[in-house]
Nanobody, 110 residues
Framework: QVQLVESGGGLVQPGGSLRLSCTASTSIRSYAMEWYRQAPGKQREWVAH???????NYVDSVKGRFTISRDDAKATVFLQMNSLRSEDTAVYYC?????WGQGTQVTVSS
């Protein structure tokens, strides 16, 4: 299995920002990477996708607020989250091929 180590989650005020990172134990250069999230009582939801070319796609609810990026030399994918809302509260998961990170909790609350 590929190990995916996530960091950057935490508690943030509404309107605040967080930057999540996910570092893989193998090269990610040739592959797409994704972020998903799962809120309590909800199914896991796709959030963002970045192709090996750097092309990106986002779920409508985060467009204009979240940015996915990658650093292939560091085998790392990032999710910059700005203008956070309470409905962004969830466990965020990095997805790489058939592998998932452990999840990192993002809580948006005043």
């Amino acid at each position: 299995q590929v190990q995916l180590v996530e960091s950057g989650g935490g508690l943030v005020q509404p309107g605040g920002s967080l930057r999540l990172s996910c570092t893989a134990s193998t090269s990610i250069r040739s592959y797409a990477m994704e972020w998903y999230r799962q809120a309590p009582g909800k199914q896991r939801e796709w959030v963002a996708h970045i192709a090996s070319t750097g092309d990106t796609n986002y779920v409508d609810s985060v467009k204009g607020r979240f940015t996915i990026s990658r650093d292939d030399a560091k085998a790392t994918v990032f999710l910059q989250m700005n203008s956070l809302r309470s409905e962004d509260t969830a466990v965020y998961y990095c997805h790489f091929l058939w592998n998932w990170g452990q999840g990192t909790q993002v809580t948006v609350s005043s």
